[in-house]
């Protein structure tokens, strides 16, 4: 079984930074690809950022420059550092992750429970 723990999430005013972590622990053989999704309030859930094994990383248009990803593969850590942050981040951020375990020889993709953020004076 795997698990995705988030942590980081909170309050921070327009322009402040908040600095995500994601764990990925349980049967990892090899963690393929990790990212970050967020869903606001009324809208449908959105890629934010995503980092593979290798490095390569993506981001949505409306982060680029301002969010980071990156990731620790001994730990099957990833970071989402968001700087410059504005209102209409706020929402609630999940962790997803492509799994391949040590039973299957083949990538699963699981998710966090997600953690909130939320950007207001």
């Known amino acids: 079984q795997v698990q995705l723990v988030e942590s980081g999430g909170g309050l921070a005013q327009p322009g402040g930074s908040l600095r995500l972590s994601c764990a990925a622990s349980?049967?990892?053989?090899?963690?393929?690809?990790m990212g970050w999704y967020r869903q606001a309030p009324g809208k449908e859930r959105e890629l934010v950022a995503t980092i593979t094994s290798a490095g390569a990383t993506t981001y949505a248009d409306s982060v680029k420059g301002r969010f980071t990803i990156s990731s620790d593969n001994a730990k099957n850590t990833a970071i989402l550092q968001m700087n410059s942050l504005k209102p209409e981040d706020t929402a609630v951020y999940y962790c997803?992750?492509?799994?391949?375990?040590?039973?299957?020889?083949?990538?699963?993709?699981?998710w966090g429970k997600g953690t909130l953020v939320t950007v207001s004076s």
């Open positions: 997803n992750a492509n799994i391949v375990t040590l039973t299957r020889s083949w990538g699963v993709v699981y």
């Open positions: 349980g049967s990892i053989f090899r963690i393929n690809v």
